[in-house]
Each structure stands twice: as C-alpha cells, then as structure tokens.
T-cell receptor
C-alpha cells in the first residue's frame, strides 16, 4: 500500500517568487486536504477536495493561494508572490468516504517551504 | 473556550510507565476524534480514532471518549523512549465531517 506522497520535500525561494507543490494521495482515497503548519501549532486547514471538486477553502487563505485536483487524483497547491510569512510546512492528507478507515486522514511527509 | 484544548506539556514519564494525554473540546467540535503522533520535523501520524463513548484499545494505546464531559484521552502503556513526540488531538468541525479542528499538541518525553 503506497501512502501519501508529496513533492518537493523542501523548497527555498525568494520573496515574490511563485511556488507549486504536488500531492499524490492514497490511490483509493477520494478526499484530499491541504494544511499548513508552523512551529508549535497544530495543522491549519487550507482546502479540501472530494474527487476533483474543491468543496471548501479556508476564509483565512489569501487569494495568492490556489489549489487544483484536475482529474480527481493528484493535487497541486500554488502560492503566488510568496511572502516570508508563508514559510511553513505544507501538509497534504487523504481519506476515503467509506470502509474501515472511513474519515481517517493520512498525511504525506510534507513540503517545508522557506521564503527568504 | 478554544475548540480543542490540550496541555502543551512537556509531560515527562519514566520508561515503562503509563503516559496519559488529555484533550477537551467545545460544542463546535463533533464527537469524532483522532490522536496523531508527530515527531519533530515530521508530519502527523494517525495513532487512534474514536467515535463512540467509552474506551478503544489498540496494542499499547487506549483512547477514551467521554461525551458528557467533552473529554478525550490517550493512554500509552509501557511507554518507550521512541514514544517521545508531540501528540495532537483533533476532531471534526461540528456538522462537517471534513474539516479537522486541531489542538496545539502535548509534548511527551519518555525517559530511559
């Protein structure tokens, strides 16, 4: 069973640049989530997909952030015009809508973003 | 009241002891809960889920949910140094089984 994968694992960029992260969920999971986590905090919800539909997006999320899941499989998270405050660990999780592990969210290894 | 509250710790226990981690929640959190373990610099790893009042056991871990008191706990028996990590409690936003609401985590140190 292949878990959730994320790419890249680390990204260092300069302020003002755009960055894009990729997440590949567990293959049979139709739900995909993006979170952001900073030191000493719990994960902060960013957005949620069921299949290819983006069903919820955090109101705290700037317009600089956009996410897609075009074919209901992998997802991308793009941050435009990065700011130093965007430095964080970006986490992707997936879950199934049924089965034994119904609603349990499994996380990928994360992408650590550093904005200089 | 915060939606999900945890004591930040650190909680320190000797090897072989029982570690008890606690979490309280508000009415804005539904009664499905998850415990995650997170090592420094790593992503959260699911340990236990609990949906019903009472106890749920899995190996050395027992989750307890008390809906009347809005309290959920995680017991770790025979604690090992490898259990040293931050433990995060999370529950679903009430009426929305998609968005998890997270506590800030409790840091556990198991001393050899």
């Amino acid at each position: 069973d292949t878990g959730v994968s994320q790419d890249p694992r680390h990204k260092i960029t300069k302020r003002g640049q755009n960055v894009t992260f990729r997440c590949d969920p567990i293959s049979e999971h139709n739900r995909l989530y993006w979170y952001r986590q900073t030191l000493g905090q719990g994960p902060e919800f960013l957005t949620y997909f069921q299949n290819e539909a983006q069903l919820e997006k955090s109101r705290l999320l700037s317009d600089r952030f956009s996410a897609e899941r075009p074919k209901g499989s992998f997802s991308t998270l793009e941050i435009q015009r990065t700011e130093q405050g965007d430095s964080a660990m970006y986490l992707c999780a997936s879950s199934s809508q049924g089965g034994v592990s119904y609603n349990e969210q499994f996380f990928g290894p994360g992408t650590r973003l550093t904005v200089l | 009241q915060k939606e999900v509250e945890q004591n930040s710790g650190p909680l320190s226990v000797p090897e072989g002891a029982i570690a008890s981690l606690n979490c309280t929640y508000s009415d804005r959190v539904s009664q499905s809960f998850f415990w995650y373990r997170q090592y420094s610099g790593k992503s959260p790893e699911l340990i236990m889920s609990i949906y019903s009042n009472g106890d749920k056991e899995d190996g050395r871990f027992t989750a307890q949910l008390n809906k009347a008191s809005q309290y959920v706990s995680l017991l770790i028996r025979d604690s090992q140094p490898s259990d040293s990590a931050t433990y995060l409690c999370a529950g679903f936003n009430a009426g929305n089984n998609r968005k998890l609401i997270w506590g800030l985590g409790t840091s556990l140190a198991v001393n050899p």
